[in-house]
Nanobody, 114 residues
Framework: QVQLVESGGGLVQPGGSLTLSCAAS????????MTWYRQAPGKEREWVAN????????NYIDYVKGRFTISRDNAKNTVYLQMNMLKPEDTAVYYC???????WGQGTRVTVSS
């Protein structure tokens, strides 16, 4: 079955960086668009960034443009989210999802605080 395992979250100071990873299995990763979402405390889950199957088309929500970079390694069935210049407003649980499944992983928590 589809498995998505997010990792790399943690506590970071404002202005810091983190790289999230999502290891996928149970579907054809190399033909899937992959999307990162996040859910902040008390808010609905929102789309953050996505990347097409070959990695040459990337889209970002306006709020993270220029700070976050999505990438993928199809040989490792893994999608990444490099997050720079983090702000307290980026505090959330981050999830990845495949275009080929409705499944969610457990998420990885990012806390931006001094």
């Amino acid at each position: 079955q589809v498995q998505l395992v997010e990792s790399g979250g943690g506590l970071v100071q404002p202005g810091g960086s983190l790289t999230l990873s999502c290891a996928a299995s149970g579907f054809t990763f190399s033909s899937s668009t992959m999307t990162w979402y996040r859910q902040a405390p008390g808010k609905e889950r929102e789309w953050v960034a996505n990347i097409n199957s070959v990695g040459n088309i990337k889209n970002y929500i306006d709020y993270v443009k220029g700070r976050f970079t999505i990438s993928r390694d199809n040989a490792k069935n893994t999608v990444y989210l490099q997050m720079n210049m983090l702000k307290p407003e980026d505090t959330a649980v981050y999830y990845c999802r495949s275009s080929r499944s409705a499944s969610w992983g457990q998420g990885t928590r990012v806390t931006v605080s001094s």
